[in-house]
């Protein structure tokens, strides 16, 4: 496969990076081995080294973990609280994940952060997967693999793969649906039934989004099927979808569940999750994450990174072009819904992810026509962004290393530099004219960047690993059981690695009673309640303390302190 740039006078000849999508792409089967050995090297580090990353992961793993200790698997439950906010799909898979663990001898398997991603990792993986798939509506074979790898390489779904929630499965099942409505809208009016493969895509990947994150699926795919309809003022095409059939094998599957958590939470369900979560969402911000429109216009050039610049470049094409049909569904699928997240008040860069192999696939689509010319004003500067996140993580990453642990992660850093001069040289082969040579030398670079900041950098930075390092001081007390109580310090990944029953009083006083309650007893302390504490244990005797710990809380993004003070009978 060439370059776009292989007919120009002059230009240079393809290389072995040039023919690299042609040649892992002589096949289906090899092109579906690559993606996978891709995504693999992308997702895999730091599965395991990573810690529980507060709040929502072990707010999501805890509530898995309290499935297994009650066998509870319709309720949601995050301790005490009912956790109403998303359905029950995620929780099943985490949990079976764990329970499968457990069966294999995984010593400390429900405290095992690694298990509970593996539903994350698989998703991450079958996005990328189904991404070629889907583009393979649109593209020839090596422009499929091109484009699938251009989404798989993104940092949001590396950072998705490696979280215990639902987005990255949820992109998944996106993907899937839009790839089958895709088959339907090309191939309208003929008289060749859609394959059934491409009706399991749909329907399924339907099904199994809304058990993950309710309604999002179906507005995926939804707005753009109104939108063309409309435009078209003809829905007939929607009927090669066989609609009827699909509803209701879609209820079928998602009934169940729905029907028994109304029932045990007597409606609660529906008033949490729809009124309290996604319309408070709506109407403003939720839990800080407050952002005005264009914020995920900006953000994409971190978070779609390396190919964000490329799709940058592809939005003339789109808007010159979108009257064709391939191009006027994908601007359908991504703008509309983009829009709608725009300007919904509570931003939080994971939203857009389902949309993001549709954008690499309109980036390609705009390379395959010579859209991408870097011959426009300001083109060639749009094309350095592409360097900037590398060049960023180079330099933030040994800064905030030396702030919080006065250490610099160096195992990192050979793969970062290695990373900025892939960037440099997919910027240079823009600017030659060579921009197929560009993305491909982009995901190369992001093979590296995703090692280095996931598997490598985070396990040299001890700052932030604040509860697995409170974890610790409990598992070094020389008694089996130790009850456990947090003063100050609430994080979710405290509770899913210590244990369901963590105490967290309100008041120094109430913290200095538990301590002292009888049997053996940890009771960790925060900084700013430490006074409060010394005050209520002035008089009493038989607590000592057994640690400290002092880290960067990600969460609240401040610096803490923490004592640990023990009664060992």
Not at 359 to 373: C, S
Not at 378 to 406: C, M
Not at 424 to 430: D, H, N, P, T, V
Not at 434 to 462: D, K, N
Request: hydrophobic content about 55%; aromatic content about 8%.
């Amino acid at each position: 496969m060439t370059s776009l740039s292989a007919g120009r006078a002059g230009a240079a000849e393809p290389d072995l990076i040039d023919r690299l999508p042609g040649l892992a792409a002589a096949t289906h089967a090899r092109a579906c081995l690559a993606l996978l050995v891709l995504a693999l090297v992308l997702f895999l580090p730091g599965q395991i080294g990573l810690q529980p990353m507060d709040r929502d992961e072990p707010r999501f793993a805890q509530a898995s973990k309290q499935m297994l200790e009650t066998g509870d698997l319709v309720d949601i439950r995050f301790q005490a609280e009912a956790r109403h906010k998303k359905p029950v799909g995620i929780y099943w898979l985490q949990a079976a994940s764990v329970a499968a663990g457990e069966a294999l001898g995984v010593p400390g398997a429900r405290t095992e952060i690694a298990l509970y991603r593996i539903p994350s990792l698989v998703g991450a993986c079958a996005a990328v997967l189904l991404a070629y798939w889907a583009a393979l509506a649109f593209l020839a074979r090596p422009d499929a693999l091109l484009a699938a790898a251009l989404f798989g390489a993104c940092l949001m779904l590396s950072a998705e793969a490696r979280l215990a929630k639902t987005d990255a499965l949820l992109t998944a099942c996106t993907v899937a649906s839009f790839g089958a409505l895709a088959r339907a809208w090309l191939s309208r009016g003929s008289v060749v039934p859609l394959p059934r493969s491409a009706l399991l895509a749909f329907w399924g990947g339907l099904a199994l989004g809304i058990l993950v994150k309710g309604p999002m699926v179906p507005l995926f795919v939804g707005l753009p099927a109104l939108i063309l309809s409309g435009l078209e003022r003809d829905a007939y095409w929607l009927r090669r979808l066989r609609p009827g059939l699909g509803l209701a094998l879609v209820a079928l599957a998602v009934a169940p569940w729905f029907l028994a958590i109304a029932w045990k939470s007597g409606g609660a369900f529906f008033t949490e999750a729809v009124g309290q979560d996604m319309l408070a969402k709506v109407g403003g911000a939720k839990e800080k994450h407050w952002g005005p429109p264009g914020t995920y216009a900006l953000a994409f050039f971190g978070t779609f990174w390396p190919g964000a610049a490329f799709a940058a470049l592809a939005i003339p094409f789109a808007w010159r072009t979108r009257g064709e049909d391939a191009v006027a569904l994908l601007v359908a699928a991504i703008l509309p819904a983009w829009a709608i997240f725009e300007c919904v008040p509570t931003k939080l860069p994971h939203y857009v992810l389902p949309l993001m192999p549709m954008v690499a696939i309109l980036t390609v689509l705009a390379l395959r026509r010579g859209a991408l010319d870097p011959r426009r004003p300001g083109a060639s500067a749009v094309g350095f962004l592409a360097v900037a996140i590398p060049v960023g993580l180079a330099v933030g990453l040994p800064l905030a290393g030396w702030q919080l642990d006065r250490q610099v992660p160096w195992a990192a850093l050979p793969l970062l530099a290695g990373a900025v001069g892939l960037a440099l040289a997919a910027w240079f082969a823009f600017r030659a004219h060579r921009s197929e040579r560009a993305l491909v030398l982009g995901v190369l670079a992001s093979l590296l960047v995703s090692p280095a900041l996931f598997g490598l950098g985070q396990r040299e930075i001890p700052a932030l690993k604040v509860s697995p390092r409170l974890a610790a001081i409990r598992d070094a007390l020389p008694c089996a059981s130790p009850r456990v109580a947090s003063l100050g310090y609430r994080e979710p990944s405290l509770v899913f690695l210590v244990g369901t029953d963590l105490a967290t009083p309100p008041t120094g006083r109430e913290a200095s009673d538990f301590l002292h309650a009888g049997g053996c007893r940890l009771v960790f302390v925060e900084a700013r309640q430490a006074a409060e504490f010394a005050a209520a244990e002035a008089g009493r005797t038989g607590a000592r303390q057994v640690g400290a710990v002092s880290g960067f809380n990600i969460n609240g993004g401040r610096r803490v302190g923490l004592a640990a003070y023990a009664v060992v009978p």
